[in-house]
């Protein structure tokens, strides 16, 4: 069985989605993370240990998808499935899908923190939701002038 589970595991490429979106999450958080001085090893170890716990996790659902044999597939449009690729979707590749979500908002987090390119809808539903959510809003440098004009105006 545990062949099974890394012969399984190495051919996931949600998995291999997930590792890019890991890898990427954690480049752009500490690019910000030097941009703006606020380089903290709690914040550094309490992400690797979030990131370590999904990657685990994939770990575990895949040895339960292998004695269960759950396929969730047929709650999945035929028009997603062929452009996917996909012939089955366990607990693992649809707990990857959630977490490839997650990591892509906060990669559009840094993104638009670091001020990169952002589609500008995106980057205005990012800082309205970090504005009334979280105080990462008040780290960028002039965003709490910009407030101040608006509400002048």
Excluded: Q
């Excluded at 595991?9 to 703006?36: E, H, M, N, P, Q």
């Excluded at 685990?56 to 040895?63: G, P, Q, R």
């Excluded at 452009?83 to 089955?88: F, H, T």
Aim: charged letters at 20%.
């Amino acid at each position: 069985m545990p062949m099974k589970i890394v012969s399984l595991l190495s051919s996931s490429s949600f998995l291999k989605i997930l590792l890019i979106a890991i890898v990427l999450d954690t480049i752009l958080g500490v690019l910000r993370a030097i941009k703006y001085h606020k380089f903290n090893s709690a914040f550094g170890i309490d992400g690797a240990i979030r990131k370590v716990a999904m990657l685990v996790s994939i770990v575990a659902l895949m040895a339960v998808d292998v004695i269960v044999h759950v396929n969730a597939l047929f709650m999945v449009p035929e028009e997603y499935i062929k452009v996917l690729g996909i012939a089955k979707l366990g607990m693992s590749e649809f707990f990857c899908l959630l977490f490839i979500l997650y990591e892509a908002v906060s990669i559009l987090k840094n993104m638009t923190l670091l001020e990169l390119p952002v589609p500008l809808k995106v980057k205005k539903c990012i800082e309205k939701f970090l504005d009334e959510m979280t105080d990462e809003m008040s780290s960028v440098p002039g965003k709490d002038s910009d407030k101040d004009e608006v509400s002048k105006v």
